[in-house]
Structure formats: structure tokens, C-alpha cells
């Protein structure tokens, strides 16, 4: 299956995280997308101070779809909503809680104009 060529998917898991990250990212894969991210807080600007905004809008400007996974409450919401103003980039939240475990917090155009 090839749903996912020429897509990218950004990973951006501020949390540890094992079963979850790599289930987004093989399934990713097996669509025919590829996948960029991190799976520590540590390794990205965000340990020199930058916003989960600022975060946001930079890998956007690389990615089609963004799953997060933060300890902030409403991150994955701020996440979308900075996403689009930007280029509507789907932002999906990739939490720990047992009320919500794979929410899609908004829907991209280029998604509805498929």
C-alpha cells in the first residue's frame, strides 16, 4: 500500500514512550511514508528554551502530519492550532491517558479536499 508516498510524518514525543511511537511510525511506513521526529525533549531546542509553538511551527514547515506526545494538558490543541495558521497540518495527540488514547484534535484542508 502506497497511501502515504511523498507524505511525512513528524514524531515529536517530549515523553518516553515505546509501543505508541513506533506503532505511528510503522504504520507510517507500511502506508509508504516516511518519518521524522525525535523520541526525547532533550535532543531538540526546546531544552534551550524554545516555545512548544515556536517547536510547532518548524516542523510543520518539514511534515504533512504531526503526532505528539507531551506532558503539557492541551498541547496536542495548542499544537493544532498553531499548525493551522500555518499550512493546516493534521496534528494528532499521542497521550498516556486512559480518557483518550489516539484523538485527532483538528482536520487538515488538504485532507477534506481529498
Not at 515529536?12 to 511510525?25: A, D, G, K, M, N
Not at 511551527?57 to 500555518?86: C, N, W
Request: with cysteine; hydrophobic share 35%; net charge positive.
Amino acid at each position: 500500500m502506497d497511501y502515504a508516498r511523498g507524505k511525512i510524518l513528524a514524531t515529536l514525543f517530549f515523553e518516553p514512550s515505546t509501543r505508541t511511537r513506533l506503532s505511528f511510525e510503522s504504520a507510517m511506513h507500511r502506508l509508504g511514508g516516511s518519518v521524522i521526529g525525535f523520541s526525547s525533549a532533550s535532543s531538540t531546542s526546546v531544552k534551550k528554551g524554545e516555545s512548544l509553538a515556536d517547536t510547532i511551527k518548524t516542523v510543520e514547515q518539514y511534515s504533512d502530519v504531526i503526532v505528539i506526545r507531551h506532558p503539557m494538558e492541551g498541547a496536542a490543541r495548542l499544537a493544532a492550532e498553531v499548525a493551522r495558521f500555518q499550512l493546516s497540518t493534521p496534528v494528532t495527540e499521542a497521550t498516556s491517558t486512559r480518557r483518550r488514547r489516539f484523538s485527532t484534535c483538528t482536520q487538515s484542508r488538504k485532507h477534506s479536499e481529498r
